[in-house]
């Protein structure tokens, strides 16, 4: 799908979508427990398909009716020999269930997309081993087995919280009591806020004695219960843009005592207004794009803790900096630092491209909506929030799509 934005502005209310982080982690809550838990405001995205398919492989039944959706969970019981699931393009989806899995089969291939496939599983390479359990990619699928035992796991704290997430998830219904300690600081912390938050919905227990360490007791139980998604501060950051930039848009349905990372965007917005401000999205990394795409309308900025960029559905640093040069823009991308210059823009007259990454279509939807533009591969904003285009249409932004 391609679109076309002509210059406008964004006026109006809108309801934030629900969050995806927190769906993903509800329902894998959900399709552990052993009786029926519902989950009201529910959002469509592919990514949400691909964690519900895949929960479907454990015995989980979903029945989805308006916004709601009411789990039959599939509590583990007995193992499979084999089974196969399909992660499509989710990285959440396939890192919270790889160790997830081992307690359904003894072996589980799992598949998705070539970027997906090709992204890092370092966390479990590393553990795995240490835990009589594997893990191996063969190109097109990820082949894990064995069976999860208690105990110590290290692991580093500075590459994906997602593989921690994956662990605290588990751990609590193995036999044994386990430690997860991190041999480096915690990146992307507020995402492990949310996990604990809702595994304490489901009366999972952990305890952190310090900032390094959980205390996960063994033969805990995930019990039913009822939860409201709340709103996404990650999209809600692009529907927010437009107000930098001359529009009027009020986001509504936004937890203010929410726990997600990205509600610091807020913050860095205002701060976009100072003379090229650093800005370190270490714990936000994917306000990345958009955080870029502002700093290139306003007065330029420093971005530092960017590495883990190159990792997401594509490498963003570097195709924000490929994609903004359309419009003239001044962009260095480094190791761990990007530093966007004020530049003098122009329309551009290349086409543009999503470059199937949902937070580079919707960034490139902003910026057009100043200078115009085309956008090809737009569609790449179905993996989190298939309505994009259609609510900044209703805000008054001048698109058509083809």
């Given amino acids: 799908m391609n679109v076309e934005i002509k210059k406008s502005k964004a006026k109006g209310e809108?309801?934030?979508?629900?969050?995806?982080?927190?769906?993903?982690?509800?329902?894998?809550?959900?399709?552990?427990?052993?009786?029926?838990?519902?989950?009201?405001?529910?959002?469509?995205?592919?990514?949400?398909?691909?964690?519900?398919?895949?929960l479907e492989g454990f015995g989980a039944h979903f029945e989805f009716f308006d916004n709601t959706v009411r789990v039959s969970g599939g509590a583990p019981k007995t193992k499979e020999t084999d089974l196969s699931l399909f992660a499509n393009e989710s990285g959440s989806t396939l890192r919270f269930l790889i160790p997830v899995s081992l307690l359904y089969s003894e072996k589980v291939v799992f598949s998705g997309s070539k970027r997906l496939m090709e992204r890092p599983q370092t966390v479990y390479e590393e553990v795995f081993p240490k835990k009589n359990c594997y893990i191996k990619k063969t190109g097109e699928e990820l082949i894990v087995g064995g069976s999860l035992k208690g105990g110590i796991y290290e692991c580093r704290g500075d590459i994906s919280s997602q593989f921690l997430t994956g662990l605290l998830f588990t751990l609590p219904l193995l036999n044994q009591d386990s430690v997860i300690h991190l041999t480096t600081p915690l990146q992307s912390a507020p995402y492990i806020d949310l996990t604990l938050e809702i595994l304490n919905e489901f009366s999972i227990e952990v305890e952190r004695p310090?900032?390094?360490?959980?205390?996960?007791?063994?033969?805990?139980?995930?019990?039913?219960?009822?939860?409201?998604?709340e709103g996404d501060w990650s999209n809600?950051?692009?529907?927010?843009?437009?107000?930098?930039?001359?529009?009027?848009?009020?986001?509504?349905?936004?937890?203010?005592?929410?726990?997600?990372?990205?509600?610091?965007?807020?913050?860095?917005?205002?701060?976009?207004?100072?003379?090229?401000?650093?800005?370190?999205?270490?714990?936000?990394?994917?306000?990345?794009?958009?955080?870029?795409?502002?700093?290139?309308?306003?007065?330029?900025?420093?971005?530092?803790?960017?590495?883990?960029?190159?990792?997401?559905?594509?490498?963003?640093g570097e195709i924000m900096k490929k994609e903004l040069s359309k419009f003239s823009a001044d962009i260095k991308v480094s190791e761990n630092e990007?530093?966007?210059?004020?530049?003098?823009?122009?329309?551009?007259?290349?086409?543009?491209?999503?470059?199937?990454?949902?937070?580079?279509?919707?960034?490139?939807?902003?910026?057009?909506?100043?200078?115009?533009?085309?956008?090809?591969?737009?569609?790449c904003v179905n993996k989190s929030?298939?309505?994009?285009?259609?609510?900044?249409?209703?805000?008054?932004?001048?698109?058509?799509?083809?």
């Fill in 14 to 54: 809108i309801t934030a979508r629900a969050s995806k982080s927190y769906m993903h982690r509800a329902l894998i809550g959900a399709a552990l427990c052993d009786g029926e838990t519902i989950i009201e405001n529910i959002a469509d995205s592919e990514d949400i398909t691909a964690t519900v398919k895949c």
């Fill in 210 to 229: 310090n900032e390094y360490d959980f205390v996960i007791k063994g033969n805990q139980k995930f019990t039913p219960c009822k939860l409201f998604c």
């Fill in 236 to 316: 809600a950051a692009f529907l927010d843009a437009f107000n930098l930039i001359g529009g009027s848009v009020t986001v509504n349905g936004l937890k203010e005592t929410s726990t997600q990372g990205d509600k610091i965007y807020r913050e860095y917005f205002e701060r976009l207004s100072e003379d090229m401000p650093v800005l370190d999205i270490t714990d936000c990394p994917d306000l990345g794009p958009v955080l870029m795409t502002m700093a290139v309308l306003m007065n330029g900025a420093v971005l530092k803790g960017t590495s883990r960029l190159k990792i997401k559905e594509s490498d963003r």
């Fill in 338 to 379: 990007i530093i966007i210059k004020k530049s003098e823009l122009v329309k551009p007259e290349e086409l543009l491209s999503g470059n199937n990454d949902h937070r580079i279509a919707m960034s490139l939807a902003v910026i057009c909506s100043v200078f115009g533009g085309k956008i090809e591969n737009a569609e």
């Fill in 385 to 402: 929030y298939p309505l994009f285009f259609k609510d900044i249409g209703k805000l008054g932004i001048n698109l058509s799509m083809f």
